[in-house]
Structures are given as C-alpha cells and as structure tokens.
C-alpha cells in the first residue's frame, strides 16, 4: 500500500509511524485511519519488529476525527458503515508496545488515538482536550471511557463536558502522560524509549503489557490470578533461562525473543 497520509519508517528494531496530513492538522480521515490500519497490521506481523512509535507534527499530533468529511452523515452512514469500529481500534488491539509520541494539539480523536496506545510521552508543546461538545457532538473512540479511567471522573467530566484543552503539565500531573520532554528531543527519546522496551525479551514485553491491560477489564484477584498464570508461563520461554544465566555470570543478556 503507498501511503499518502503517514509515513512508516524503521529505527533497527522499532518501527515510527507519523501521521503526516499537515495542511488539515492531521485530522483522522477514514484515508488516514486505513494506512495507519495497515501499517499496524504490517508491524505487528514483522518479526524485526519489536516496539512501535506513533507520532503527528511538532505543532499537532492530531486535531480529531476529520470534520469536514463527517460533517453530512447520517446516522445510517455511521452505523452501518461501522464508523470508528471499522478502522479506528487496531492501535488499541496491537500486541507490541506502541508508545504515543504528541507534541502540539492531541485533540478530539487524536487525544484518543493517543490513549489507544501503551502510554503518552509529550512535548512541553503537547495540548490534551476532548472539544466534541462544542460540534454539538461527544467524544466517540474512548474519550469517555480512557480518559476518566486514566485521570478520573472529575477532571475527565470537566473536559469533556466544557472542551476545555490541558497543556502538558496539567496532563503530566493527572497521570494522563508518562513524561514530558522537550520537543526538539521528542522523537529521538521516544525511539530511545522504544528501542530499550525492544532490547528486552519479546514474549515478556508482550506478557507484561497483556497483563497490564488486563488490569483494566477485570478484579483485582482476577486480575492477580492473570498475572501469576503469565508469570508461570515466561518460565517456559528461552529468553527467562537467558536473562536469568546472564545476571548470575555478570554478562548482558543475548535475547532471541523466544
Ligand atoms: N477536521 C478537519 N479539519 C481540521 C480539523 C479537524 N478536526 N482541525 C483542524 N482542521 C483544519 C482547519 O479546518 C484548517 O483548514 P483550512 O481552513 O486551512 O483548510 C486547518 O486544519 C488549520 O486549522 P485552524 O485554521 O483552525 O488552526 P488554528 O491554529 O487556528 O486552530 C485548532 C487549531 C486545532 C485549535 C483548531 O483547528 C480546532 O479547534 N480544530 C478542531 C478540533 C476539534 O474539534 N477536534 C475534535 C474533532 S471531532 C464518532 C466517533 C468519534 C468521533 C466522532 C464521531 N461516532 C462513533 C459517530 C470523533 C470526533 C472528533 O474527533
């Protein structure tokens, strides 16, 4: 697939995707969403690749869903032509860390894109908000239901009920980001970042973050339960016999992902 509204490309062993529609501030066409479906589905089955970036422009990550091409659906349109579920959750169900990398506007359903993925590393430039309910609309790809589990009910109520954008420190400080850096360095930290989760053994990167999620969907002693189950089966991976033979004979660890 050529791609006209992103652009893919590999560091070694991790893969950076940028959403690259400029001139409409990156707004989430159902185009974009197609390549970036496709993408992911290209990642995820290549076996050189071990961690994914997902990054926009230093001035936006993404203004939300593209306006303007949503603007006269009906509501046939929408459901029948399963708007959003069709091609706007393959960042959500990859099975290899995507760390989002926002610098600018995550808007609408770019601050939802971004919480698809494992977690948010942003620019000081970085702007987070859920403005639906000024199109006289409501957030549509999780805003409601990520955002309030990642910051709580009271902030997650306010934004998404006012439209009211966070900058970056007051996301940092509700938990929504992991860490702030500048954004002349954004990039290169975050294939830094992706690059040391991709040093590590696949099958228990990939367990940890399923574990992770899990924490998520379930109760804490079910959740417990998920954890010590995985916990049991990485001892049936090579790589736990690596690791652990290369700490006790004072050697880095020779990974093979298996
Ligand atoms: N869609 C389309 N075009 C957009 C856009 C968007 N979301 N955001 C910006 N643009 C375009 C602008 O129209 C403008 O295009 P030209 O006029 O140059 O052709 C260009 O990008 C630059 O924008 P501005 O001129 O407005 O630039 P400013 O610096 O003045 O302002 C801004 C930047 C990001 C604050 C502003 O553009 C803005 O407020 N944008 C809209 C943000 C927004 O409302 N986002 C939420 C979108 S709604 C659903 C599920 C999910 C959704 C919907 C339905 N269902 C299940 C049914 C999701 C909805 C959304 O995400």
Known sequence: MNYENIRLETRGPVALITLNRPKAFNALSND????????????????????IVLTGGEKVFAAGADIKGMKDYSYMDAYQGNFITRNWERASRCRKPIVAAVAG??????????????????ADTAKFGQPEIKLGILPG????????????KSKAMELCLTGRMMDVQEAERAGLVSRIVPVAE??????KVAETIASYSMPAV????????????????????????????VFAT????EGMDAFSSKRPADFKHR
């Open 186 to 191: 954004l990039i290169e930290e975050a294939v």
């Open 238 to 241: 090579a790589d736990q016999k």
């Open 105 to 122: 506007y995550a808007l609408g359903g770019g601050c939802e894109l971004a919480m698809m993925c494992d977690f948010i590393l942003a």
């Open 206 to 233: 990939m367990m940890t973050k399923e574990c992770i999620n899990r924490s998520y969907e379930t109760t804490l002693a079910e959740g417990l339960l998920f954890e010590r189950r995985t916990f049991h089966a």
């Open 141 to 152: 790809a999780g805003g409601t239901q990520r955002l309030t589990r990642l910051i709580g």
């Open 32 to 51: 974009l969403m197609d390549e970036l479906t496709h993408a992911l589905d290209a990642v995820e089955t290549d076996v050189a690749i071990r961690a």
